[in-house]
T-cell receptor, first 117, second 109 residues
Framework: GAVVSQHPSRVICKSGTSVKIECRSL??????MFWYRQFPKQSLMLMAT?????????EQGVEKDKFLINHASLTLSTLTVTSAHPEDSSFYIC?????????????FGPGTRLTVT | GIQVEQSPPDLILQEGANSTLRCNFS?????LQWFHQNPWGQLINLFY???GTKQNGRLSATTVATERYSLLYISSSQTTDSGVYFC???????????FGKGTRLSVIA
């Protein structure tokens, strides 16, 4: 099946610093990737849609200057949390679709748990 | 956008019991997926089922697209089935999946 990886799986950073999370599609090309955020005991909420070679589309209420998304290749998208604050602590999950496989199925990475101290 | 609702929000089962989880969606879909989120947070893809019926071991799922609902059946539940089950759907092109709030299942021995 299609595999999506994320790195790192867990990160702890100090308030005010920036953190970069990588999302890779390992065995398929992903023209579109999605970034979700999940707070404890809640569902996944879409943050942004990332298209290869163009600017990301952010959901309402998500600060584009705080959550920088870069989709520089067909297999890699990155999310950078800038000037992180404790309220940014969350579980971040990326996802990609592989339309070339003939379906609309979406594949998810294992997630990155961010803790800001 | 599409709305996804799941029921029940919480479910407690005795080991060996069967259960049915429901997912209602507000629009026609080209994708509906069921996930189990494990204790480490990873989403385990159970079914890709925009329509029809599929089975995988003790789990099966049915989506009735014309009536805008999907059901996930768990038979002979085991303690390892515990966790949160999410339904997610999308209704056009390459738009992202929208998640329901999940059903938190606890299977007790």
């Amino acid at each position: 099946g299609a595999v999506v990886s994320q790195h790192p799986s867990r990160v702890i950073c100090k308030s005010g610093t920036s953190v970069k999370i990588e999302c890779r599609s390992l065995d398929f090309q992903a023209t579109t990737m999605f970034w979700y955020r999940q707070f404890p005991k809640q569902s996944l909420m879409l943050m942004a849609t990332s298209n290869e070679g163009s600017k990301a589309t952010y959901e309402q209420g998500v600060e584009k200057d705080k959550f920088l998304i870069n989709h520089a290749s067909l297999t890699l998208s990155t999310l950078t949390v800038t000037s992180a604050h404790p309220e940014d602590s969350s579980f971040y999950i990326c996802s990609a679709a592989a339309p070339g496989r003939g379906s609309y199925e979406q594949y998810f990475g294992p997630g990155t748990r961010l803790t800001v101290t | 956008g599409i709305q996804v609702e799941q029921s029940p929000p919480d479910l407690i089962l005795q080991e060996g019991a069967n259960s049915t989880l429901r997912c209602n969606f507000s629009d026609s879909v080209n994708n509906l997926q069921w996930f189990h989120q494990n204790p480490w947070g990873q989403l385990i893809n159970l079914f890709y089922i925009p329509s029809g019926t599929k089975q995988n071991g003790r789990l099966s799922a049915t989506t009735v697209a014309t009536e805008r609902y999907s059901l996930l059946y768990i038979s002979s539940s085991q303690t390892t089935d515990s966790g949160v089950y999410f339904c997610a759907a999308r209704n056009s092109g390459n738009t992202p999946l929208v998640f329901g709030k999940g059903t938190r299942l606890s299977v007790i021995a």
